[in-house]
């Protein structure tokens, strides 16, 4: 009778915490994960000398009762060396099913492929095209691919674990002519994102052409504050901007899960 009631006892125990474990399961909120370059994340993401990401002004538009947003961009990064520093293995470690994840790199991806400052840069274009190279500061051999194969990597990786996946187009610089802002989403790396997007079934959210259309509409002289340094670094209220832009296209694309995590 005694072995019985203890036996009973254990696994009364056992189904409540197996019942505790498919609560906290069931329960487990998803992840929003950022990955790019400075205009994502401007170095340690707290407005040093004026200058923020928008990946920093995500969180106060989604619902974070409901989604966790983890900004892992990092200034003077390319589509490469994301890849190369390992910071993109660091990132596809924690991607699990049902995360969602947004890129943005290119800014530096035109960058020189072996020079000895940064040796950063990818082949322009999309496609398999690869070039060997030594590499100066890694001090040995490298295959350098093109922009869109480093960007469908990261794509076809995350969507392997059961990630939902959007490139952007870089956003766009403080750069103008004739009053009309210089764009880079039909050529360059604007259409090589969009590319790469149509090619792996990844969203695309062409940003620089979001917020090139609220900049001609401000016109250059109230555009200039949101670069308080140069021409492709944002102020708070710039990249702000940029993550209102991001939010809305994610809310007009038909079919998107993460559109019911934003406020």
Sequence with gaps: MLANKKRNSFLLVALVLFSSFLVFKKEEKPTLFFIGDSTVKNGRG?????????????????????????????????????????????????????????????????????????????????????????????????VVHTYGWYLAKFVNEAQAKGATVFICSPIPRNDWKEGKLIRYNGTGYGLWA????????????????????????????????????????????????NAINVTKAIKQIKNCSLARYTL
């Design 46 to 142: 707290d407005g040093s000398g004026n200058m923020w990401g928008w990946g920093d002004w995500m969180k106060p538009l989604f619902d974070t009762t409901k989604i966790n947003i983890e900004n892992h961009a990092l200034g003077g990064t390319s589509s490469r060396t994301f890849l190369t520093k390992g910071l993109w293995d660091k990132v596809l470690a924690k991607i699990k099913k049902g995360d969602y994840l947004i890129m943005q790199f290119g800014h530096n991806d035109s960058s020189p492929l072996d020079d000895t400052a940064r040796a950063r840069g990818t082949i322009k274009g999309v496609g398999d095209s690869a070039k060997e190279i030594y590499n100066p500061i890694l001090k040995k051999q490298e």
């Design 194 to 241: 969009k590319q790469t997007a149509e090619a792996t079934g990844a969203f695309f959210i062409d940003l620089n052409s979001l917020t090139a259309d609220d900049y001609d509409a401000m016109g250059p002289e109230k555009v200039k504050p949101f670069f308080p340094n140069e021409h492709t670094h944002t102020s708070k209220d710039g990249a702000v901007l």
